[in-house]
């Protein structure tokens, strides 16, 4: 019998889950449990413990440590990881915060990238390939510099810094391909009701392009996350 494998999902805010990429990663063979950041407990966890690490999005930024001071903690256990090789997804905040923990600036963009849209570039050998030509959701105005020792996956026409990696077990990707199908989208829309306006959208807009290019850009998330799974080194 297949050994089942541990993984963590760290989540910053209630509305921003795993989403679409749960599919992929149970059925690869991890049994994924979760602990939010405002957890009690959270600062004494072992974040070199699960075979498998998933930190994802939320609305503030790495450099708001003085507002979150939990972030300081989150970059010394995450350091750690990443210094084994151990397997790392980071999506949105969380592919910002990996980018952190590699020595890397993170700092607010020039513009606000929300809404639907492909990436100008994806590596074709990549299991970004998966994800080329197709809208996938972008929900930022964050961005950093590129780490040390990694290789870009992807660009957007608004920001050259889309998603890297390092070997074949840490991923960070700044934008939402697990998104598109989660009933969880109508409440960023709530939170954010002003996000379309500052990038030159409307909510009504934004609201059909998701109905419209959502389902399309789950699938083509969840091909992408399985070929990088399937990829790992543990």
């Given at each position: 019998?297949?050994?089942?494998?541990?993984?963590?999902?760290?989540?910053?805010?209630?509305?921003?889950?795993?989403a679409?990429?749960?599919?992929?990663?149970?059925?690869?063979?991890?049994?994924?449990?979760r602990?939010?950041?405002?957890d009690?407990?959270?600062?004494?966890?072992?974040l070199?413990?699960?075979?498998?690490?998933?930190?994802?999005?939320?609305?503030?930024g790495?450099y708001e440590?003085?507002?979150?001071?939990?972030?300081?903690?989150?970059?010394?256990?995450?350091?750690?990881?990443?210094e084994?090789?151990?397997?790392?997804?980071?999506?949105?905040?969380?592919?910002?915060?990996?980018?952190?923990?590699?020595?890397?600036?993170?700092?607010?963009?020039?513009?606000?990238?929300?809404?639907?849209?492909?990436?100008?570039f994806?590596?074709?050998?990549s299991?970004?390939?998966?994800?080329?030509?197709?809208?996938?959701?972008?929900?930022?105005g964050?961005?950093?510099?590129?780490?040390?020792?990694?290789?870009?996956?992807a660009?957007?026409?608004?920001?050259?810094?889309?998603?890297?990696?390092?070997?074949?077990?840490?991923?960070?990707?700044?934008?939402?391909?697990?998104?598109?199908?989660?009933?969880?989208?109508?409440?960023?829309?709530?939170?954010?009701?002003?996000?379309?306006?500052?990038?030159?959208?409307?909510?009504?807009?934004?609201?059909?392009?998701?109905?419209?290019?959502?389902?399309?850009?789950?699938?083509?998330?969840r091909r992408?996350?399985?070929?990088?799974l399937?990829?790992?080194?543990?």
């Amino acid at each position: 019998m297949t050994q089942t494998k541990q993984g963590l999902i760290i989540r910053h805010v209630p509305h921003e889950g795993i989403a679409g990429y749960r599919d992929p990663v149970e059925a690869a063979g991890y049994a994924l449990d979760r602990i939010d950041v405002g957890d009690a407990g959270f600062d004494g966890i072992d974040l070199c413990e699960p075979e498998l690490l998933i930190m994802m999005g939320g609305p503030m930024g790495v450099y708001e440590q003085d507002r979150y001071p939990r972030i300081a903690c989150q970059l010394r256990l995450l350091a750690r990881r990443i210094e084994a090789g151990l397997p790392t997804l980071g999506v949105c905040f969380g592919a910002q915060m990996i980018a952190a923990a590699m020595g890397a600036r993170v700092y607010a963009g020039p513009v606000k990238e929300v809404g639907f849209h492909a990436l100008s570039f994806v590596d074709p050998g990549s299991p970004l390939g998966e994800l080329a030509d197709v809208p996938v959701l972008h929900w930022h105005g964050d961005t950093f510099d590129l780490p040390p020792d990694v290789e870009l996956l992807a660009s957007s026409k608004a920001y050259r810094h889309q998603a890297f990696r390092r070997g074949p077990n840490i991923l960070a990707l700044q934008f939402h391909a697990e998104m598109g199908l989660d009933p969880r989208f109508d409440e960023w829309m709530r939170q954010w009701p002003e996000a379309a306006v500052e990038a030159g959208s409307t909510a009504e807009a934004l609201d059909r392009d998701h109905r419209l290019h959502g389902p399309a850009a789950v699938a083509a998330g969840r091909r992408m996350i399985a070929q990088w799974l399937s990829g790992l080194r543990h």
